[in-house]
């Protein structure tokens, strides 16, 4: 139950930094509530449960290859352009707090798992840290061993899907226009910035 924990510490510790997929939580909290928030992180952990299991069955070569990496350099670059031009764009378009709203909820788990399917960083991780994990409970512990480490890192980025979908949200039920609109062209900037800074990447895989 200990090693639970610690794993579960660790997934806790990957998900807080802010990056793409928190900007994007926070303006869909901000802007519809929790529901919204918590499946673009849902959506997330899905693509996350995707290169895990990449990486289980031995995969791990092809999403290293300079061709995948370039791909999806440029391509997430494209989505989260997309994304943040088109949340700056709907700026105006901001529903009155603590509102209901019709947005479709599949678009925001669709939104969560695209975003981090197509990050590279995503890919750093489990290649990097979970590869590591699994080299290490399979070599001391079996594979039992691993599933439980396994379980532990996503209870933790579950749990901070939900911190994140109940902070976002509460600016939804309690925040103003103005601050609901302010949060919105943050989140908008920052996924821009990162869509610029994959954009750049992609460049230099290709210049190599």
């Given at each position: 139950?200990?090693?639970?924990?610690?794993?579960?510490?660790?997934?806790?510790?990957?998900?807080?930094?802010?990056?793409?997929?928190?900007?994007?939580?926070?303006?869909?909290?901000?802007?519809?509530?929790?529901?919204?928030?918590?499946?673009?992180g849902l959506g997330a952990m899905c693509a996350d449960?995707?290169?895990?299991?990449?990486?289980?069955?031995?995969?791990?070569?092809?999403?290293?290859?300079?061709?995948?990496?370039?791909?999806?350099?440029?391509?997430?670059?494209?989505?989260?352009?997309?994304?943040?031009?088109?949340?700056?764009?709907?700026?105006?378009?901001?529903?009155?707090?603590?509102?209901?709203?019709?947005?479709?909820?599949?678009?925001?788990?669709?939104?969560?798992?695209?975003?981090?399917?197509?990050?590279?960083?995503?890919?750093?991780?489990?290649?990097?840290?979970?590869?590591?994990?699994?080299?290490?409970?399979?070599?001391?512990?079996?594979?039992?061993?691993?599933?439980?480490?396994?379980?532990?890192?996503?209870?933790?980025?579950?749990?901070?899907?939900?911190?994140?979908?109940?902070?976002?949200?509460?600016?939804?039920?309690?925040?103003?226009?103005?601050?609901?609109?302010?949060?919105?062209?943050?989140?908008?900037?920052?996924?821009?910035?990162?869509?610029?800074?994959?954009?750049?990447?992609?460049?230099?895989?290709?210049?190599?």
């Amino acid at each position: 139950m200990n090693t639970f924990f610690t794993y579960m510490i660790l997934g806790i510790s990957l998900s807080a930094p802010i990056g793409p997929i928190n900007a994007a939580q926070l303006d869909r909290g901000a802007r519809y509530g929790f529901t919204h928030a918590w499946l673009i992180g849902l959506g997330a952990m899905c693509a996350d449960l995707v290169y895990m299991l990449l990486i289980y069955f031995g995969l791990a070569h092809f999403l290293s290859t300079p061709f995948m990496k370039t791909f999806l350099w440029l391509f997430g670059c494209f989505v989260l352009m997309y994304i943040g031009i088109e949340t700056l764009q709907n700026i105006k378009k901001m529903p009155t707090p603590g509102t209901k709203d019709e947005q479709s909820t599949i678009n925001s788990f669709r939104s969560g798992f695209v975003m981090a399917l197509l990050n590279p960083l995503n890919i750093l991780f489990w290649l990097g840290i979970y590869g590591s994990v699994l080299a290490e409970g399979i070599h001391h512990h079996g594979i039992s061993q691993v599933l439980w480490n396994s379980l532990g890192i996503f209870a933790g980025i579950l749990l901070w899907d939900v911190i994140m979908a109940a902070l976002a949200s509460s600016f939804h039920k309690f925040g103003n226009r103005t601050l609901l609109q302010t949060i919105s062209a943050l989140a908008g900037l920052s996924l821009i910035g990162f869509g610029i800074y994959f954009g750049f990447q992609a460049f230099v895989q290709l210049t190599r």
